[in-house]
């Protein structure tokens, strides 16, 4: 298999200062203006969000678990259904993972072998061999518009040795994957791996970009280093992809993340952050975070963000603060549908400042807020 | 205070074989056609959904309670915030109910004196002494269209002395609460009790009646008694109760119920039954449950039913199965959205019954198909 049908990726402009890009992303299910972020939907859903909601916080693109799918409600029954579009009810684009990160974080006992990652259900303890081939017909079943390649993820710090060892065998488990690969219209991703390396990251991105992918992940970051270090990572990395296609850096981030990946040349993020930290509490802001179970919050009329469209700021920060005190799911609903349009709107604002070609002023704005604790 | 400014009823049509009435409640915060069912939302929130999406379900008047949010977030800071309906961003009308069916089912160690109920707090065990005039004065701050008095519910099978005399208290406490009520614009209904006894039913009718309430309602039911003697009480009741105020059935209940108290003359209803049982996976529809755990529904491509226009019956049955089974929040809500959908599609069915003079015929139908199971 070589390039997908229907998919495509227009670069449409670089940054002078820096290496941010605008792009835009074509698939089988609608057109996506790049830098973007990508909702989480782990498990067909995005926690406590119906389709109609997830759209309002200017999502156009969503990411499904290929881990948790295939083991409930499991991938053939998600095919019977009509794929996971009809499934979830989701008439945009959805890239799927390939299982190599949560095998990675939540499974239990994992066994890497060449042929396969050997691991244990977290929801039933059963026994499961994932191949990167089965990776690649689980996400055919589902029926995503992008498909990722199985990757082996270690922990960081780790040595040399055994990151160089799992990034070849990432590199190799890639390379099956894109053999195994017979829908047309699904586009491939690699993953590149490599640790905190910056040769091994060089060795992995050319071994793959050698190969007819679609677009190309860095991933193996987010897992413990720190944030200067995954910039570094980042645009040590860029360099070794060609422009012409989409670079996604998997499970980042924070805001502020998220920024500095654009400047390193990055086109595409996903992150459970704003769902799962709207869930407890935790709002987004331009000015940093909010908790809004403090108690400062308790008679505070204004809404989170006045200037935001979301449902959260139709009410008061006191209202919220209720929601969550009474533990009642309208507050991680509201939250999440917050934080969500926060993300948007920074990738937005991003795309703004690109276009006008002040990203990069406006970049060193945002470091100094977007961190802080704005309650 | 005698009745409210801004509030009436009009009575606008009488079933010629059964009670049912056809009715128009107006209230400062819109019309509302009658009979209707009021969603709970107990914590100022309709537990799972937002302000659109409870409005889409067809509600027109919603319920809050003010037992808890007297204990959370407190009913001067809900004052402060600009009352009930600005703090959860409800601009329709809202009941609020007194307290006392909460004091009798939800608070520990509940003593009941001529002066007043003295409970535990179910949130801290901190004891609370909650007067008739102190319900009203709750109910003013929190603003609601409708304030109910405060009663005394006892549960049911109940010595006929004991009945009696919380019948005689909660008369008392109306009157107490009447004469406590100092906002023109909120009405004010009576609650009749007397347990399962008509004499005691009819005597407390008759001395509530003599008082210059808004409306009235039937209290002290769904607490363990049979469906048939329900019926019984309802039918005794309103024999007693003036045609031209409405009429309001506390609690109740089942779908049947709302049509067996239609029949009997009630005009509004509430009941926590569609929101509690749509977050436990049980469907409401007009062939009877649902159980949406089942795995029969595990591959069915069928919404809960093709005619409705909620949110979950945009899906597949196998896709709110998955929901549930993962344990998502998405479930609940989505199931909370049919439920409160089909319980307004049956007021609504029973006007358009009662307008045409075929809701006799038309309910015994129901009779046969309501309370099965459906899957």
Same mark, same amino acid.
């Given at each position: 298999m070589s390039m997908a049908s229907g998919f495509g990726f227009e670069l449409l402009q670089i940054d002078a200062q820096t290496a941010a890009r605008l792009g835009r992303l074509t698939t089988p299910h609608g057109t996506v203006e790049t830098p973007v972020f990508m909702p989480v939907g782990t498990q067909a859903t995005v926690k406590g969000l119906t389709g109609d909601q997830i759209r309002s916080t200017g999502a156009s693109l969503i990411l499904g678990n290929t881990y948790h799918l295939a083991l409930r409600p499991g991938s053939e029954r998600i095919e019977g259904l009509g794929g996971l579009h009809q499934f979830m009810g989701w008439d945009g684009p959805i890239l799927t993972d390939s299982g190599g990160f949560q095998i990675f974080s939540l499974a239990e006992r994992a066994k890497i072998t060449e042929h396969s990652a050997q691991f244990r259900s977290h929801i039933d303890g059963s026994l499961l061999d994932l191949t990167p081939e089965e990776s690649t017909r689980i996400q055919e079943r589902l029926g995503s518009d992008i498909a990722m390649v199985l990757d082996h993820v270690v922990a960081l710090p780790c040595e040399r040795p055994l990151v160089e060892e799992a990034m070849q065998r990432s590199t190799r488990w890639a390379a099956r994957c894109l053999a195994a690969a017979t829908r047309t219209e699904q586009a491939q991703f690699a993953i590149v791996q490599g640790g905190l390396d910056l040769e091994l990251r060089q060795a992995s991105a050319e071994a793959l970009t050698a190969?007819?992918?679609d677009g190309f992940a860095v991933g &193996?970051? $987010?897992? &413990?280093?720190p944030p200067s270090e995954m910039v570094r990572i980042i645009h040590g990395t860029t360099l070794h992809l060609p422009s012409n296609k989409p670079r996604y850096l998997m499970g980042v981030g924070r805001p502020i993340d998220l920024l500095e990946g654009i400047a390193g040349g990055i086109d595409m993020f996903d992150c459970v952050m704003p769902t799962r930290n709207g869930r407890n509490a935790l709002g987004f802001t331009w000015n940093g975070t909010l908790r809004l179970r403090n108690a400062r919050h308790a008679d505070d009329r204004r809404p989170i963000d006045q200037a935001c469209p979301c449902l959260?700021?139709?009410? $008061?920060r006191a209202y919220l603060r209720h929601l969550f005190m009474a533990k009642e799911m309208l507050g991680p609903i509201l939250l999440t549908h917050h934080n969500l349009t926060f993300y948007q709107q920074l990738m937005a604002e991003a795309q703004r400042q690109i276009a006008a070609g002040t990203f990069s002023k406006w970049l060193q704005l945002q470091r100094l807020t977007l961190g802080e604790a704005a309650d």
């Open positions: 190969l007819p992918f &193996g970051l $987010s897992v &413990g280093e959260a700021c139709r009410h $008061s």
